[in-house]
């Protein structure tokens, strides 16, 4: 999804949009390839650690790719297509990079949650 939405962004988008538009995109890209790999990471890890923490990790994630690249890409496609009152979905934005912050937390606390419990 990420490399088709890339791709759109930089053979469709790019004429309609601004620097500043493209970049947006261009982030949300960006942060929706990490973090795709952050979800497969907590399913390869889901025997490994703590349930309840990969769970929670993962529904972070989740979460701040629906709140964070969903709101830049819905933001930057509707400047695109010239409605210019887009910009006040930019306040669910930091929401998602909250989430994204706090599955990264959970992430390793289960890690260390884990390590802790199998050296005793």
Same mark, same amino acid.
């Given at each position: ?5 890339? !791709?759109?962004? !930089? +053979? ?8 500043? $538009?493209? +970049? ?7 942060? +929706?390839?990490? +973090?795709?790999? !952050? ?23 989740? !979460? ?15 400047? =695109? ?8 979905? =930019?306040?669910?934005?930091?929401? $998602? =990079?909250?989430?994204?912050?706090? $599955? ?17």
């Amino acid at each position: 999804m990420a490399v088709m939405l890339g !791709a759109f962004g !930089a +053979h469709a988008l790019r004429p309609l949009l601004d620097a500043s $538009g493209m +970049h947006a995109y261009e982030t949300a890209v960006q942060y +929706h390839f990490y +973090h795709s790999f !952050a979800l497969m990471i907590t399913f390869l890890l889901r025997k490994e650690l703590p349930v309840k923490y990969i769970r929670s990790a993962s529904f972070f994630f989740l !979460a701040g790719l629906i709140l964070f690249c969903g709101s830049l890409y819905t933001m930057t496609f509707l400047k =695109g297509a010239g409605f210019v009152s887009a910009g006040r979905l =930019g306040i669910i934005t930091p929401f $998602g =990079g909250l989430s994204f912050i706090a $599955g990264w937390i959970v992430l390793f606390l289960a890690y260390f949650r884990s390590e802790n419990t199998n050296s005793k």
